[in-house]
């Protein structure tokens, strides 16, 4: 397996790409500037050099962002990628390829290698997500809604105790308010006829995968499954599934008996998952950090995600 240290340069809302060159494997699509490590390197000082070869800049801040294998025909590679927040130098490709600055948004569509396809989601999704703690009733969320509505944290609303009728007007309320998207668990709901799919995303828990179809819904705003083992995080990738919640990183009080996989496991899970992954289990926003050094983007929880105590 190739190991490759990627930058993500990163600039406001724009991250900087760079076009492949010809006679190099995907020659004219884009990619992040990178390359593999030499022999000895670790992957920082890789991350240093390939910047310096390549784009001429001095790295000064670098964070994990997540860690990504995929299978080439050929070849396979590991894409350790890194934030990259500050810098010296005007970066300039370097070896006469073009670069250019793309918005976070247009990544999509901006030819980037099939590999990349992950990180992009990574750079697209919140860097946290919020669960609603099961005994919270549709008011909960409304006295909070403003709130709601100018965070960067995805919510998903569990909300067990709720009819399907009051968990419909619940979301609706909530997006009339101005909360950007949410993640809901009901697909009784016929949620494209009240005009909701578009900010809406499908979050699933791994046994519901058996019932779910062969495909994952085309829903705007993708599918997320939770999958504590190797071959449920398949079955959710082969679903068609864009994102994963993978624990259990810590005990929890939600799961007290349930022993955590622990963070070397979900490192296991997150590189085998070839999804981004949020790291879940008795985590809190401050745990961003050591998850991503875990392989994971970001993270979500119940406790520890919601301004009062839940
Ligand atoms: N740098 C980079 N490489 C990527 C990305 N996505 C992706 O699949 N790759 C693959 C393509 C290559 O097989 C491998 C990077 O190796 P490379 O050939 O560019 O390595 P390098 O920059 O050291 O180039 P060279 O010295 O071997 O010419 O990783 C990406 O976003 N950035
Ligand atoms: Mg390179």
Redesign the pocket.
């Known amino acids: 397996m190739?190991h490759?240290a990627?930058g993500v340069l990163r600039r406001g809302s724009e991250v900087l790409i760079s076009q492949r060159l010809a006679g190099?494997?995907?020659a004219g699509q884009w990619?992040?500037?990178?390359?593999?490590l030499e022999p000895g390197e670790t992957v920082t000082q890789a991350l240093r050099r390939?910047l310096a070869e390549e784009l001429g800049v001095e790295v000064l801040d670098h964070q994990p962002l997540m860690r990504l294998v995929?299978q080439y025909p050929d070849?396979t590679?590991l894409?350790d990628t890194w934030l990259v927040n500050r810098w010296k130098q005007e970066p300039s490709g370097r070896e006469g390829q073009a670069t250019r600055w793309c918005p976070v948004e247009a990544l999509s569509t901006a030819g980037l290698?099939a590999?990349?396809q992950p990180l992009v989601a990574a750079l697209q999704w919140p860097a946290c997500y919020a669960f609603t703690p099961d005994h919270w009733s549709a008011n909960d969320l409304l006295s909070i809604r403003q709130q709601l509505a100018t965070s960067a944290v995805l919510t998903r609303l569990r909300l067990p105790r709720l009819s399907d009728t009051a968990y419909r007007d619940l979301v609706l309320r909530l997006l009339d308010s101005g909360v950007q998207r949410l993640a809901v668990d009901r697909t009784e709901i016929d949620w494209a006829a009240a005009a909701a799919a578009e900010r809406l995303i499908l979050h699933l828990p791994g046994h519901a995968l058996e019932s779910a179809g062969s495909q994952a819904p085309a829903w705007a705003g993708g599918c997320v499954v939770s999958c504590h083992d190797q071959k449920t995080s398949q079955q959710a990738a082969q679903w068609g599934a864009q994102t994963l919640v993978i624990g259990s990183a810590r005990r929890t009080a939600t799961h007290p008996d349930r022993l955590p996989a622990g963070w070397s496991e979900l490192r296991r899970l997150a590189d085998g998952a070839g999804l981004p992954c949020y790291a879940i289990g008795g985590l809190t926003p401050r745990d961003l950090s050591v998850a991503r050094r875990a392989g994971c983007f970001a993270v979500a929880g119940i406790r520890g995600f919601w301004p009062r105590s839940a």
């Open positions: 190739l490759i990627v190099k494997p995907g990619e992040f500037p990178g390359g593999k390939e995929h070849r590679v894409l290698l590999a990349d």
